[in-house]
Each structure stands twice: as structure tokens, then as C-alpha cells.
């Protein structure tokens, strides 16, 4: 289908003709047909300007914009455009400004770094309104640079929704002008001033994203109780957590001091983004205060509130309008999902399919995102196999071949675990009350308890292109293979149209623990071929995941804190390796034997650069003990360099099975992310 153009988000209709376009001048000289704003002109020069850097050259763009959009991007916006290269000239036409920008972006994506421009006659237009990245700014602080370096790789891969968690039990990081006690006292220093989230909000606009803010509440609080223990539902002065997972913290939802301070907060919410969502959180309530209080327990008999359920509807019935009063409505994760809330509220699903269908069975919208948690450390093909509208069935089989996979067969129990929790969080089904809701969409999330802003980038840009393309493109494109050949190609494409580069990163991040460029290149056969152990097994540790799956509620402790540094190998790998999807095309494509010369070489070369790394790791580990740590990894990889020969010369024999069985378990939090390839490679030959 690519036929070599590197586009993605695949476009909805792309012809190729002959009619190449040279680039023979040394910029792009952009015509206005239509009308010309500030807006355009500054974000059309900043996409040429890097084009021109990309390919050392340039060619005339003519932009036909019918009319200027609104001053920021809003929901269901047209943002439909056609984009026509010929020999004279590249021509994106729309009729709105958010058009222009989505094609720009599918120009940029041609042009990646060449002298002359294949002609295409390109039709586009999304799938889904809602194409999001919600960014967890509160278990580690990110740099307001990286958010505006984020918003460009965005645009790139025309992703609409910058979806800021602001807010959680580690950090208040909203430093809003009534309450700048809430950040000062709620955070390790750490968070974004009214002026820095402007910059953030000014730079989305001129990108056509919209950026909705999230203040979690009423659970995911312990922070606020820095500052106003008064509101806590039990008011004890709190420090911001330092520890992960949920928490008893829960605000006061029976005070009106509480709705009078949230007005306020709201207010200055609202004049900072002007999207008509904000987003309350509402996740994860630990009823424990609210049971233990006295005068909450009272307020709900008297109200008639029979749970804590009924009680944190009515505590989200009065943030509704309160946002109703400031014009916004009100997005809220899975729980707000309640009977009595106003059907203008959008819900997020995070919990899969069942809480999605029961929302929208009661008539909220929705925004998908439970295939979508770049935390997990998934490969892209998980994540792009899910649809926000694949019907119910569909889901259970996408969890189940989630759960099938050999890449997290050392997970298994806690998938399925997480499968039957998911499932008991939904009782009363009430189904076919309202007109059912639409699925508006969907957004990626990062939960961040392990990921700082240096290792940021890393972690999410790797595979969030491919979520970008299922949220944009048509249902039908859904070739597994043909997007890892197209999104390998994002990585070339972000370096030079958004300045992100992944593999610089990575080469800072280990010079940061003393690996210097030479020892990091003599490393790479390792580094390529591991990744990160996957779900939430790095997060909770091996006796808390136990704890999890015995059904244990009891709080076991965690290997990570906000305190602990993320400065070893499992933080600075890629998530899902590149590296990895190269080799294990090349493995299926010799085991259906339609392996050509090049997959051979790959294969040849892994085989050579994994006995290679046993004296680097050596070397290097004696002074860099984050790489002495991976001493047994490169014992395993220098045997599986034996396996990879026997299976290329057909000499595979029971030796070379136990010693690809014996390499599938973790070691510490890594993992051969080479091994399951190996493994089909082993028993098919
Ligand atoms: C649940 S997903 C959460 C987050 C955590 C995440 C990972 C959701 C709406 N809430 O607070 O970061 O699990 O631990």
C-alpha cells in the first residue's frame, strides 16, 4: 500500500502520478491563493524552513485556504485538505486553516530529505474529531521545551488533543494566580506558571491542537492537602506522596468553601485554556475518608446518597456546573460515568471495552484510550490493532491476543488479573437510557511514574505515530507490517520536521551515566535486542504484582518512588526496539520463505554483533556498573548468536530449543525482546 511514500497517518486517498516535482530552488517560496493569516504564514515558514533543511532545497507552495478558522481549534473542526504535487508546483488546499496545517504536514512527510518530490494527488480527511496524547505532568515534571517540541511532532502526525494531567498525589503542578499556594506547597518546585501553560496553549493554537487541562478530583489528591488540608475529607496537613498507586486522599465533597474555591479554580482554569473541555480526572476514588467521616456519612443519609458512587456523582453534578456557569463542560476518566450526570459531559475510557459501551450506551461521548497506554511498554502492533469503535466482541478478542502474546507471556497472570478487574468495576449496566453517545475519538496516554523528561521523548515517540495513524485513518488501513516499514520512517521524519531526535537522546542519556559515544555504538547489538520488562510489572514490582494477582488489596511495597532515580538501562531503551520489529520480519520472512538477501544479512549481522557485545559489555561494565548489571543478558545473547546460525544453515537441534526457552524469562526488569521471534524461528525449522 505505502509504495514508499512514508506517510502516516496513511492518507484517505492518495494517487501517484508521474508528474515528479524538482526542488531547484534553495527555499520553498509559498504563493497565497486564498486567504493569508498571521497564523498560517508563521507555521507554513517555521514546516518550510525545516523542510528546506531536511532536503538542502525547495520548490514553489501555493496554499488555498477558503477562510480563517476561530482563534483556537475546537471540536469536530474541518480539517480536511488535498495536497497536489505536480512538476510545478506542491498545492494544499482546505477550507479552513486547520486544513492547511494537515497538509502541510503530510507535505513535510513527502519531502523527508529528497531532491525532487514524487507527483501525488492526495484527498484527506479524519476519522475521528478526537485525536489525543495525554501527557502525566505530575509524577515527574516536564519541561515546558519538551511540550512545545511534543506539540510539533503532534502536528506532524496530525494529532489534535495535547491532554495535560496536571494534577495528582505527587504534585499540584497548576500555578494558578488565586491559589499559588496549591503548586508552591504541593510540588517539589516544579510546575508551570500561567504564562508558561499561555506559551503552551499560543503554540498548540498555531498548530491546530487543542490542549485540555486535567485537575484530578476528587481522588488523586493527597497534594492539594499541602496547602488546604481544610478540604480534605478528612483535613489533615498532607506532604505531596512520594509513593505511587492509589491513595485514601479525597476531597470534602460536602463543603460549600470546597465548590467556592474550585469556582475560583475553574476561573483561573478557564482563562488559561480556552478549550470548552476540562477535564476533572474523577479516577480511582478511594472511599476510605469518605467512610470514616462522620459528618460525609451523615450528608449522604440525609441526601439519600447510597454509596460512594452516588456521592461522587453528585460531588461531579456540581463541577459540571460549575464549568456549565464558565461555558465548558466536563471530561471525566470512566467513573464519572453515573446516571445523573449531564449527558454533555465526555467520558474516557480507560478500562476497556465494557466502560466504554456502558457510557456510551447512557449517552456520553467518549474518548477511547484503554489500547492506548504508552506506559505499558507495548510494541506499536498491540496498540494499532485497537479501535475506538471495534465492536465489543472484537475488544475481548484484541485483550485476548494481548494476553496470547509471546512478547508478554511474563506478564500473563497479571493481564489476566487486570481483565477480570476491569470487569468487576462495572456493575449496573444502564444500558439504552439516551440516545447513545459517539465515539469522538481517542488519545495515547503516559502515565509518567517512570518516565522524567529525559527519557520523555524516548519513551513516547518510538510508537505514538502509529496510535496517531488509527485515530486519523481510515478503519481498512490496518497492515501490521506495512506500518512498521512506514513508521520506521518517523523517526528521520520528527528529527528534522520537529527537531526530535530520539537516537541523540538516547546517546546523551547513557553519556549521562559515563557510556561515551564509541563504548554506546560498540553496545548496540545488546541494547537493540532488549527491552523494558511490559505492563505494569516495572511499576509494581514482582511482590506487589503477586500481591495483585493473589487479590490481594493490601498496599505491598513498590520498587519505585518519585524519589528513585530512572537513570539505568530499562529507562533509557526504547520501550518497543526498532531493531526488534526489523528482526522479527526477518525471522518470519525466512520461516515463510520469502526471505530475501537483506533479511538474511540482518539476520547474519544480529548473530555477529551479539557475540561482539560480550567484550564490550565487559569492557564498559567495569566502570559503568548500569552496564555491568546486563552481564547475563550478553551471556544469553552470545548463545543465541549459536541459535541464529544453526537456524540460517537448518542445524537446529534440542540444544538450540532449551537454550531459546531458557533466554524468555525476564532478567531484572529487561527482557531479549529478540527471543519470541527466535523461538517460532527454533520449532518451525
Ligand atoms: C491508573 S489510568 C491511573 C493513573 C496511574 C495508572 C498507572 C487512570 C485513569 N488512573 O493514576 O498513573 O493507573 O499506575
Redesign the pocket.
Known sequence: MSESLALMPWPRRVTRTDAALLLNEPQWSIEWAGVRTLRLERTIARFAERMARASGAGARLTIECAAASAPYPDLDDDESYTLEIDTEEARIKAATEWGVLRGMATLVQVNAAARALPGVSIADTPRFTWRGLMV?VA?HFIAVGTLLRTLDAMALVKLNVLHLHLS?DQAFRFGGRTFPELAALGSDGNYYSEGDLGEVVMRAAELGIRVVPEIDMPG?TTSWLAAHPEWGAIPETREPSQR?GVHPACLDPTREDVYDALAQLFDDVARVFPDRFVHIGG??VNPQWWSESPVIQRFMRERGLADADALQSYFNGRLADLLIERGRMMIG?DEIAHGDLPRTSVVQS?RGGPSRDRAVAQGFDCVFSAGYYL?FFYPADLHYAYDPESSAEELVRLDERVRADPRLAHVREGLGWAAEFAGRALTGVAAGVAPPGRVLGGEA?I?A?LVTDDVFEVRVWGRLPAIAERLWSPKAVRDEDDMYVRLARMRPLLRHGAELDIAARQRMLFASIGVDSTEFDSLRPLLDAIEPTKW?SR?LGAAALQARVAGSTAQVERPYTVATPLNRVADFIEPASPWVAEFNAAVRAVIDESADDSDRRLLLEAAAGWRRQVAAVRAVGARVPAIAELEPISQRLATLAEVIEAALTEHVGRAHRTAVAAAKDPIGELLIAAVPALDDWVHAA
Do not use: A, K, N, S
Open positions: 502525566d509524577r495528582d488523586h505511587f479516577d480511582e476518566w480507560w506506559d496516554c502515565w511514574e505494569y511499576l
